[in-house]
């Protein structure tokens, strides 16, 4: 994620209904779907939940979110797809394993667990889409298994190694987030743990152009959990400005693309920070359709439809 905000505009047109949304002491659940812990590495389960039938589409969360960011696309979603929505590990209510030696959130692992999970649910290939973090572990996915993705979504963010190298000079202030995470474990943790909320919340704020796209019982259930993740988002975060740039360093030496059908929904930032934003990433894609989409940065949130409409047409290529 690079930049959000900006001032309202219109409604989504899509609206699901959310379980236990009376019960503020109980996280909200999308209704219909069913919750199960799935195995996916030693010791790593993550938090899923599947709704509908038919072709199976997973969907990725970002930051400072969990699954919940998709109700209203996955409740659509699901009147005709297998809809799998899971907490990434580190985040929501899957498992936060200790990161000893910066490997454990590398998007490599992530992208495994996600392969894994559809897996273990029966699906040996599905339709993958994923915004901010979640994106780019779609990314690797679709990079490191390509046999398994048969099509790819990214909802507004940039390949990890085009992220670090447009980001220069001041406009690089709007991603303060990513060089502060960066840094060697022990700062960033206690900082962001002396106000968790402030620091969470300034970005629900800052990032969507509609506030009222994430009603209080959803960004009370995003501050929660983000408060009881720190370290593991933290992690994330730092595997990005190291282990991550590497590996897609490495793929880009190599000539390696995303051989699936690809869209990509972003903001119009890509002028105001001075790069062309479907030019790199046309780099990394062989059937590449690259979209702007007119609201903040959670799309899921504040235009669904625009969302699940552009990943049914994906589907269709």
Known sequence: MLIGGGHAGSGPAIRAGLENEK????????TGFDYQRVPVAEGVALNVAVGGTGRPIVLLHGFPQTHLMWRH???DLAADHTVIVPDLRGYGDSDKPA?????TYAKRVMAADVVAAARALGYERFALAGHDRGALVAIRA????????THLASLDVLPTLDM???????????GFHLYLMAQPPGLPERLIAGSPDAFFGYFLDIWARRPDAIPADIRAAYLAASRAAIPSIVADYRASAFIDVEHDTTDRAA???????????QQDWGAALG????????????????RTVSCGHFMAEEAPAEVVKALRDLQDR
């Open 99 to 103: 990161d000893p030696d910066g490997l």
């Open 73 to 75: 696309v996955a409740a």
């Open 255 to 265: 000539g390696n693309r995303l051989s699936m059908p690809v869209t990509v929904l």
């Open 23 to 30: 019960d503020s002491t109980v996280a909200p659940r999308i």
């Open 142 to 149: 679709g990079l490191d298994h390509p046999a398994a993705v």
């Open 275 to 290: 790069f062309d934003a479907a030019a790199l990433w046309r780099a990394w894609t062989r059937d590449l359709d690259h």
């Open 164 to 174: 670090w190298e447009a980001m220069r000079g001041a406009s690089a202030a709007v």
